[in-house]
């Protein structure tokens, strides 16, 4: 049944899953560091596509019987409209920004992999304008501003001895590119169907996808022990399948704009993470880039304030 929207826990959603993608980016550092040991053994770094294709496919697996279990067949078909949309947004959105993603870090650095990534509420901002679903008001980009300046400086983007990989850094904006397209299309699933049912196909139409690309087959031949698919399974559920039905869910509450604005509290949270875990240090800098990111989340709720929001969509799966 439609309702209102609630800002307040669309955010509240979007923070939980940021916060679960920054568990996630530590535990990929880790492993590809040899930081990890499961069962006394280090776990061994893992190819970007391998990483990739466990995750949605392990989330698909885990996801599919429990939905057929609690509604039933009939209630997880899609239209064929809308089976199209999904498919296209479980390989371009999902599958996409995730292999570019890790592709970018195997070729230049997390810091430049994930300041390139998170140019997408530049992409997103400017396809609302263009299509005149939003107007260009001066909070709206001093807040993208705010949040892109804001992630330059907890990262470090600004330090000397930057080294850029032509590959990473097309890797990086490909990964930006298809973050947006997952916020545009995944809102417009949202108001149509509830957050489980689009991550099933989403992830789904991944996991089909990468088959093709990476044939069981090729994945027998590499001879991952039982650590690594122990650690890839959880990698899966915490990195995809936990963050994914909360940054859905906070899509049922908030335009694609101020989703992907607070979406930019994942290297936030992640450089906080890796400092307990790894022991990374905290530098000033980064606090007040921290401050910046926050103060980009506030600034972006400016412009609806005078006016109450009008908008309803799909209740949420509680």
């Not at 880039?289 to 103060?295: M, N």
């Amino acid at each position: 049944m439609p309702i209102k929207a609630h800002p307040a826990r669309g955010y509240f959603y979007i923070a939980a899953a940021t916060f679960s993608w920054a568990l996630a980016a530590t535990l990929g550092r880790g492993v590809f560091t040899g930081r990890w040991f499961v069962a006394g053994t280090v776990v061994h770094p893992i190819d970007p596509l391998i990483l990739s294709q466990s995750r949605t496919t392990f989330s698909f697996l885990a996801l599919l019987p429990a939905l057929v279990l609690l509604r039933g067949t009939r209630k997880l078909r899609l239209e064929r409209g809308d089976l199209i949309h999904v498919f296209l947004l479980g390989i371009l959105g999902v599958a996409a920004s995730n292999y570019f993603y890790y592709l970018a870090i195997q070729k230049t650095n997390v810091a430049t992999a994930i300041i390139l990534q998170y140019t997408a509420p530049v992409w997103v901002l400017l396809y609302m304008v263009a299509r005149r679903f939003q107007k260009a008001t001066l909070s709206r980009i001093a807040a993208v501003g705010l949040a892109l300046l804001g992630i330059a400086l907890v990262i470090g983007i600004f330090s000397s001895g930057l080294r850029l990989d032509s590959i990473g850094v097309t890797a990086a904006l490909v990964a930006s590119l298809s973050f947006s397209f997952y916020n545009v299309g995944g809102h417009r699933l949202l108001t149509r169907h509830d957050r489980w049912t689009v991550l099933l196909y989403a992830t789904g139409s991944a996991a089909l996808f990468w088959i093709f690309v990476n044939s069981p087959s090729k994945i027998a031949s590499a001879h991952y022990s039982g650590g690594q698919w122990l650690f890839l399974l959880v990698f899966s559920l915490l990195s995809v399948l936990l963050p994914f039905s909360f940054y859905f869910a906070g899509l049922q509450h908030l335009e694609p704009t101020r989703a992907v604005i607070g979406s930019c509290l994942e290297p936030v949270f992640s450089i906080l993470v890796a400092a307990i875990a790894l022991g990374e240090i905290l530098r000033p800098m980064q606090a007040i880039g921290i401050v910046f990111v926050l103060a980009a989340i506030l600034v972006v709720q400016l412009p609806d304030r005078r006016a109450e929001e009008t908008a309803t969509l799909i209740e949420p799966i509680e």
